[in-house]
Structure formats: C-alpha cells, structure tokens
C-alpha cells in the first residue's frame, strides 16, 4: 500500500486525539527484573522466583520493526522462536521443534488468564500483535502442576500493566521489502478501572518469492472494580491475516538462490503455480472474574470461547479447517499468615471443548477440488490440580503441587461409508512439580526443582497432513530435574543467573515426511535432554546531573543444549546416541543499549547460533550464524503533554545467509528456508497525553 495515506492517516489521528491522558514517567526497560510474576498464583517479585522464570515487556522487547517477537524471545536462554515464512512460528523451550514442523504445540499459552491454545493443544501465535501485550512470563519446564497437559513450557501473557499509563500511541513504520507497519493504542482510566484498545496492521512484500503477508489485528481489553470484594475483566480479539508460504528448498537450490520459492519437482507444482498460502482468521474473547470471600480466601474464573478458520492449498492439498472451542478455568486461593510464615494453598481446574471439522480436497491451482478427506473432530480435555506455597522465617520458600490430566478425541470420517467414529483417551497419573528455593543475605538465591510433565498428542499429530488418523500415537512423558541460582552484585547493577537441568522424555513425538513430503508423527523412543542457562545484565544509571549518559543497560543469555536420543530405531537402522535435529547446541545473545540525557539512544543486538543438524540420522547439517542489528532513535523526555519518538533501524547487519525455521526429516532434502539478509526500516512513534494536576 502506498506509504503517504498511511502517514497522513497517522497525522489526522494524533492531531484530533483527546488531551485526557497521561505519559509514562519512566524507562521500564530499566525496571525488568521489578515485576511481579504471576505463574503458579504465587504473585510474587521476581527477584522471589526461581530463574526458570523469565518475563519479557514491551519495552524490552522493542528492539527491531516490531512485526514479530522472535528477536525478543531469542534473547532468552533455553528458549528458541523461529519464523520459517513471514507470519509462520514455532517456538520451543528447552526443547526442540520436532512436534512443530509448523505452528505452536506442546507450549500451553494464556492470555489474560485465557487459554490461547485450544483443546487440540495448538496455539495460533501469530494470531497476535506487538500492541497486544504489556508483558510475557515464560516459564521454562513442566508447568502441568497446575496449567494441563505439556511438557515444553509456559507463555503468560498481560496486556494491562499495573501501574496504568493512560495515553494515546501511534506508531507507523517502513522499510525493506515494501514493509508497513501502522499501530494505534489508546489506553485509558485508573488501576481498578482502566481499559485498552488497540488497533495493528502489518504488510510486506516479503524477502523471498511468494512470500507477501498481510495482517489486521484489533483487541479490547478492560479491568474493572465492582466493590472491595471483586473486579472483573473482559478481553476481546480478533485477527485476519494472510501469507503465502514459499516452501522449502534443497541445499543447491538455496546455495543458487536462497530468495527463490519452492519450484516444481517430483510431479508437484510451483509454490506460485500452487497458490500455496495460509488464510487465516481468529476470534477470541473472554471474561475473568475475580470474588474474595475473606481477605484470606477468593475465587479466579476464567469463562472464554474462540473460534479459529483457516484454508490452507499447499503443493499436495487444499485444507479447510474450521475450529470453534470453549472453556473456562477456576482456582480458590487460600492465604494464611501464620506468625512470621504465610501458607498459601491453590485448588482448581480447568475444562476445555473444541468441536473442530478438516475437509482436504485436491489442489486445482489454489482453489478446493474433489474432496479426500472430511472428519469431524470432538476433543474434550480437563485438568484438576492443587498447590502449597509456604514462605519461612530467614527467606525460605517451598512449593508442591500437582495435578490429573485426562483428553479425549474422536475422529469421524464423513466422506467414507459406513460412517465410524475413531477415538482414543489418553490420561496420566500424578503431574507433581516440587521447587525448593532459599534467600540468602546480599540477593543471592538457590533453588532446586523437580517436575513431571504428560503430553498428548495435538490434532495435528493425529491428522497429520497424510490424512492416515494417528490415534495409534502415545502420549509423552517425562521428569525435569533442575538446580540454579541467582546474584545480584555491584550494588544491583549487576545480576547473574545460572541453571541446569536433565530432562527425560519418553515417547518423544517426532515429525517424518513420506515420499510425497507430507508430515506423519512418530513416538522415537526416548530421548536426553541436558542443558546449561547463563544469563547476566548490567544496569548503570548515571544520577550525576553532569554527566550526559542517562543509562547503559547490557544483557547476555548463554544456552549449551545438549540433546540426545536415547533409544530410537526407524525399522533395522539405530538412531541411540544421534544429536537431536533442529536444536543449535550452543547459543548466544548479547543487547546493548545506551541512552543519552538529550534524547538519543542506540540498542545493539547480537545472535549466535551454532551448527544445527536437519536430520534424524545426523547426515546434514544447517551451518552456524551470526545476527547484528542496530537502532537508533531520538525519545522527547516524557514529562511534556506530548512525545514522539523517532528511529531508524537494521537487521543482519552481517548479510548472513541462514535458515530460521528448518523443515526438518524434508523429504529430498527440502530443509531450508531462507530468512532475509541486510535491511532496513525507519519509524516514528507518537504519543498524546495530559499529565494529571498540571
């Protein structure tokens, strides 16, 4: 779209925007490590959690062209995000992307204590904007103690802070490869009552043939006191988005020209000549209600209902999948202080329905032929779960919880006569989750954990892309034992955090291609998952009203994973011992940021990854790579009525050529797909705001 409406578009909207608002009075980028994090209902400072738990917000993380978070997420250690197409992620956490060759699965995500991933256990993530959050709680390990079923982790994400910034923020942004990029937030109100609107649209034409996205994005957001006794908050939105997905190429085909999309071989067509792409539409909304009983004992519910429509023609198939779900979450929290102990015990659960239909027909360039396949899909799951938390005299802290999982899917094939239902129940015993942790004087803490976790296959494992219903399939399984620590030095400019852990799983879900390239599931055994976390930041603010340096903040996150399977054998071949394909063993990330008393500022970003292998067999190999981006930008100080923010921005700065998003076991070495090397954006921010009193 042309660039000039956009902008005027922008300009109109700030110009008649109300004065009733008001501007932050401080960098949060400063201030990360101060939130209090919510997981596990504990709600308490960071600085009182284990390092398992690490928190991105929206500062922190507005550090390149702001269409995607995998910078962000990749500058924390033990977590990996990729994008194998604009628009198309995957993320793990200490784990790898065997189970999402596309998509989020075996991450349990929420939002405003909403579940984002159904009951099929995939998560729409691009579902969401930059805009749609104020922070992001990830916490790393078996979170089934008290979220459900899974084994990769935990995503929390808020879009209401709690110190509320009533304002009025426009952003627009372009750059390479006909990027645009316009975001309008308008939040409002007081801490017990406050809302948030927020309206992004993203396009782009994309550094790869047939790889054009378009997204528009809107989200309600509201919190609301009704009396001292409860507050309720609703939270609406809704995404229609649109990409074309070039398809993975072969190593001489990336060698000879990485921007190329997929070309014909072996009978299929063009990625063009396919029309292959993703339609994609996602509506969601939720209430959350809040009851204290006591000043001691009170109820969370969470009621929501989503639906998802997706059309998907690829080289092999044209997919319709439309997926409506329900559900709601309840916890009653008791807390009792007990001389200088507090006891806090947490019971709950949590239900979930999805009525969900899969038609495939054939391809006839871009458009649904004779259909294939057409299944009706009902999968029910629930949790039960229960915690206790006892913080003791001289900063101890112990936490215990566990919980039942039980899911159940039935598949019934409509296109084939008779009609049978095909159906499996998968159900665990105790998932227990035990963390030790200790406080000693001078901010140095210790903690130890250990956690089951049980996952059950997704619904895109069971109808895998074969159509061949996989309800064969087990569930994994395993136990995450973990120790670290953290420091805080240099009077609380410096803090370290360190962990290990060693994680087994069995039954490891792995994703194979046949022949023709589509994706079927496998248990692979078992497999060993060891890995070291070191990670560090350093603070200095400069209070000496002489000195022109306001701060300068550097941050680094080291990850050493190293996986192994333990027994795999694919018919008379051995795989025991293999690396695990699609996890780098080592990586690296280092941020500088540097702000200046005028109003400039610089952020420098650094990402290392070593050599990851893209098969089971361990015979090719993606080579290492090395990420540089920069920006640079002018902040008007915050205390006027009104502020902008002006800044001009690379990324790959190196102009590496490297894969992020391997498809991984491809058939005929169909593994890579290129990510953009050097380019460019430039944007401006605007905010409009009242300070109150003035």
Known sequence: MNKIPYGL????????????????????????????????????????????????????????????????????????????????????????????????????????????????????????????????????????????????????????????????????????YGLQNIMASVGYGEKDNQGLITYAHNQSNGYRDHTFSRKDNVSFVTKTKISDRQQYSTSILYNDMYYETPGGLTLTEYNANPKQARPAAGGQPSAALAKAAIYQKNFLAGIQHEYFFTSEFKNSTSLYGSFAQIKNPTFRNYERRIEPSFGGRTSFIYEKQIHQSKLQLVAGGEWQEGFFNTQVSKNKAGNPDSIQTNDDIHYSTYSFFMQADLSLPSDWFITAGASLNRSTVNFTRLNKYPVVTQGRTYKNEISPRIQLLKKFRGDFTLFGTVAKGFSPPSIAELLPSTGVISTFLEAEEGTNYEAGGSAVILNGKLQID???????????????KDSSNADYYVNAGNTKQNGIELSANYTNIFRNHLSPIDYITLRAAYTLSNFTYGSYQKGTVSYNGNRIPSVPKNTLSVLADLQIKMGFYLNLTYYGSSSIYLDDANTAKAAAYHLLGGRLGYKMKPHEKWGYDIFAGADNLLDENYSLGNDINAAAGRYYNAAPKRNYYIGISLQLANRKGK
């Open 498 to 512: 360190a962990a290990v852990y060693y994680f087994k799983l069995n039954n490891a879900l792995v994703t194979r």
């Open 9 to 176: 578009l922008l300009l109109a909207f700030f110009h008649n925007a109300s004065y009733a608002q008001t501007l932050p009075t401080a960098d949060t980028s400063k201030t990360l490590e101060e939130v209090v994090v919510t997981a596990f209902e504990l709600n308490r400072p960071k600085s009182s959690y284990a390092t398992s738990v690490k928190v991105i917000n929206s500062n922190n993380a507005d550090r390149n062209n702001r269409t995607s978070l995998v910078g962000a997420f990749n500058t924390i250690a033990g977590v990996r995000m990729e994008e194998r197409s604009p628009g198309s992620y995957r993320i793990n956490i200490r784990g790898s992307s065997l189970r999402s060759p596309f998509g989020v699965r075996n991450v349990k995500v929420y939002w405003n204590d909403i579940p984002v991933t159904d009951p099929g256990g995939n998560t729409y993530f691009n579902q969401f904007a930059f805009n749609n959050f104020s922070s992001i709680e990830i916490v790393k390990g078996p979170a089934g103690s008290m979220y459900g079923a899974g084994t990769g982790g935990l995503l929390l994400m808020h879009s209401l802070e709690n110190t509320p910034k009533p304002t009025l923020d426009l952003t627009y942004l372009t750059g390479s």
